[in-house]
């Protein structure tokens, strides 16, 4: 009997699943290697047309099916059918949930449902399985078998079908060629069978597209492998695993279902650091023209072996790996690859969020670095914890500040700014890792930038001058005693002119006109302050900050309505743009008359950023980047900052430094991957707020700091929010 191939397996499922409404209009959602392959064997279906998470592809074609918009879908169709890797199935399905009233199925036959998703994931069997345990099937088998891709390595993007994205991408950013590559190689990997591996494929390609020189061949071919060697890492336990194999004196084997030839296979072996064995012992589908799904290799490969011997097969994949393995008698071991991690742990609900390339990579980066092991989540039964600041700061905070130091990096070119000012002590870390941005994405433009001394207190008192600025300064908040109001306000000593008051609490606001009364015996002293204060400042802003008229100047702060950047202004008289996570930019903000500003996490018509996903963790972000040095007070005569004494969050600043560097490492991984794209599409960081919309970097910021982690005290130890000039009192941070 002749053997079927996993592409006609699938044909026969969805026609045996899907009989019962063959003659309705049906929508197929997925333009992948999937569709390629099943659309040419239902031609007697109809299928009303194609539907993808990319809107950019409407009125393209998939085997000459149209792709539809999602938007008012059941106009058109009376079902959509999910036609992706199971694992994706539900990622879909809550991408489109909220916008369909047809029914959605799944391609296996099931009605398209969402799980319990607070706690289903704690109850997942897999959470039982450990290292320990895999490694005692290991001590009790003689021959040993590995999957390679998802099991041995990973790649550090979400989905592997992104990176053939990817290199569409690339192909036109770098090679400058205007073709659908990533859809002409699916349609044609069909056309060449389930056994072609990649030099195949991309002969057919040539074949298929005149338009394309040999060379451009030659040349895309080459790109889509050097993409994956940038993208594949070992996940460590396997490999360790692995090499304890190679060493107990055991005989291994790697067995893949797989385009790659043994040449390539060897290559990224290699480049993961891992000691590939003999050819002989590397099984590959396109080499041995059988495959894993089908079963086809699993029955070639026993029949090397005596039923004596005690076979062990290591897999990510339940069918091709675990269930038909076990039918020709080869033990077998499951392990989840990182996106089925993923999809089963507290972080579930972020797979819905990925939409673009960019999407892709970057949550492929955040579980490249939580689930490189695949026993990461046993312990804590499926719920994603952070122990390592590190780590905590690649994930969490390495996202959010990519996005804002890249939108910052193209909004500030647009605009033509000569210089940035990093105000401190926001700016600390933002304006390190900015020339970090500036040195990876170096696209020649002459900017300078440096952190700039600022606070509150420091603004406040250097511009004020007459009597309406100081009852300002008076009256803006403070809570503590009087005594304490003065000596951080003002720099004053109380003395028993004061006595009756000097320990009283106030509440700056509510208790100004009394505070105006009893400050009246030191009202000369403070105006002579803030004179000696305003000179030195000023001295400071020419010489230090550089700041000249003839420049073009940015201001970069966390937010919100830009006090700190509109006394500047004025002190000075030099207008600046101001660059923020987020901003008030209503008209019922005062500033706005004599600023401009922008927020990078802001939307549509919020001009009050009350909707801003950053805005709402506004705490968590102004606990993190902030400074080794207390709040400013003031410049002095030599021109040196004086701050406020150092604090819990200056004391156990280490912690943020840690958080820092993961984050480093995150946007360094983020832009040695996608950096020539950025230059091409730096359109798309440039768009007016109307026009942007909340991106994957905020969602998962917000998301992994509302419930979905764990997050140790030994990290939060280093999180406190202080501000002398509004009181003393520090705030330590909670998860």
């Known amino acids: 009997m002749e053997q079927k191939s996993k592409y006609d397996i699938e044909i026969e499922n969805f026609r045996h699943n899907f009989s019962s409404i063959k003659n309705k209009r049906i929508a197929i959602y997925g333009m992948g290697r999937r569709s390629a392959t099943l659309l040419p064997g239902i031609t007697d279906f109809n299928i009303a047309g194609i539907l993808d998470r990319d809107e950019s592809n409407v009125g393209k074609e998939l085997c000459g099916i149209k792709v539809i918009s999602i938007k008012n879908v059941e106009n058109y169709v009376d079902a959509i059918i999910i036609n992706s890797d199971p694992s994706n199935y539900e990622i879909i399905y809550k991408r489109i949930a909220n916008d369909v009233t047809v029914q959605v199925y799944y391609a296996d036959g099931r009605l398209a449902c ?59 950013a770098e090679l400058k060629l205007d073709c659908e590559i990533a859809y002409i190689r699916a349609q044609v990997a069909a056309q060449c069978g389930p056994y072609a591996n990649i030099n195949e494929i991309y002969e057919q390609i040539k074949k298929s597209c005149m338009n394309l020189t ?16 940038d993208l594949c890492i070992a996940r460590k336990d396997i490999t360790d695993l692995y090499e304890y194999c190679v060493t107990s004196g055991k005989e291994v084997y790697l067995v893949s279902d797989m385009y790659y030839t043994l040449d390539d296979i060897n290559c990224i072996l290699g480049k993961c650091g891992i000691t590939p064995p003999c050819n002989e012992h590397i099984w ?36 091709g ?37 960019s999407d892709s990579i970057c949550l492929g980066l955040v579980i490249a670095n939580l689930f490189n092991s695949p026993f990461a989540l046993c312990s804590t039964k499926g719920k994603v914890s952070f122990d390592d600041s590190e780590s905590y700061g690649y994930c969490i905070y390495g996202p959010l500040l990519e996005k804002f130091l890249i939108w910052l990096y193209y909004n500030s070119r647009k605009d033509e700014i000569d210089k940035l000012l990093f105000f401190a002590r926001d700016g600390y870390f933002l304006e390190k890792n900015y020339k970090i941005v500036t040195e990876l994405l170096d696209d020649g433009y002459k900017q300078d930038w440096c952190y700039l001394p600022i606070s509150r207190r420091l603004i406040y008192i250097s511009t004020m001058e007459n009597e309406d600025d100081f009852n300002r300064v008076v009256s803006f908040p403070y809570v503590g005693t009087f005594a304490d109001y003065m000596k951080s306000r003002f720099e004053i000593i109380v003395t028993d002119e004061t006595l009756e ?32 204060e305003r000179k030195n400042y000023l001295a400071y802003l020419t010489s230090d900050g550089d700041m000249q008229k003839e420049l073009s100047y940015g201001t970069v702060d966390l937010g919100y309505y830009g006090t700190n950047q509109y006394y500047l202004q004025r002190l000075t008289g030099i207008k600046t743009k101001g660059y923020c996570f987020y901003a008030c930019l209503s008209k019922d903000n005062i500033y706005n008359n004599e600023i401009t500003m922008d927020g990078c996490f802001q939307y549509g ?33 030599r021109g040196n900052a004086v701050c406020q004494p150092d604090r819990k969050s200056q004391k156990n600043f280490n912690v943020k430094e840690k958080v820092n560097c993961g984050a480093v490492d995150f946007i360094n991984d983020y832009i040695s991957i996608y950096k020539t794209i950025l230059a091409v599409n730096c359109s798309e960081c440039i768009k007016s707020m109307s026009d942007r919309t909340e991106s994957l970097e905020d969602i998962l910021f917000f998301n992994m700091l509302n419930g979905m982690c764990n997050i140790s005290k030994n990290i939060l130890e280093g999180f406190y929010f202080d501000n002398d000039f509004i009181g003393g009192k520090e705030i330590e941070l909670e998860i």
């Open 321 to 357: 790996d675990i269930e038909n393995s076990v039918k020709y008698d080869i033990d077998s071991y499951y392990i989840m690859s990182a996106k089925d991690m993923l999809m089963n742990s507290s972080m579930a609900e972020l797979v819905s969020y990925v939409n673009t390339v």
């Open 284 to 319: 590959i589908s396109c080499e041995k023209k059988y495959d894993k799904v089908s079963g086809t290799i699993w029955k070639e490969y026993s029949e090397m072996f005596s039923r004596d011997v005690k076979c062990l097969h290591i897999g990510d994949n339940k069918i």
């Open 605 to 637: 018509d919020d001009y009050t950023a009350e909707k801003s996903i950053a805005s709402n963790k506004n705490m968590y972000i102004e606990t993190f980047i902030t400074a080794p040095h207390g709040m400013i007070r003031y410049i002095d005569d």
């Open 114 to 172: 969402l799980s319990d998703e607070d706690t289903s994931y704690e109850r997942n069997g897999y959470w039982e399985s450990s290292y320990k345990e895999l490694k005692d099937k290991i001590d009790r088998a003689d021959v040993v078998s590995f999957d390679i891709f998802d099991t041995l390595i990973m790649r550090k993007v979400f989905s592997s079908e992104d990176v053939f994205r990817l290199l569409g991408e690339k192909v036109r």
């Open 214 to 229: 040999d060379e451009n061949i030659s040349d895309i071919m080459k790109m889509e492998k050097d993409i994956d060697l």
């Open 501 to 532: 008051y000097n320990d009283r609490q106030i509440n700056a606001v509510g208790d100004s006109k009394n505070i105006l009364k009893w400050i009246q015996p030191y009202k000369d002293k403070i105006m002579e302050q803030a004179k000696k």
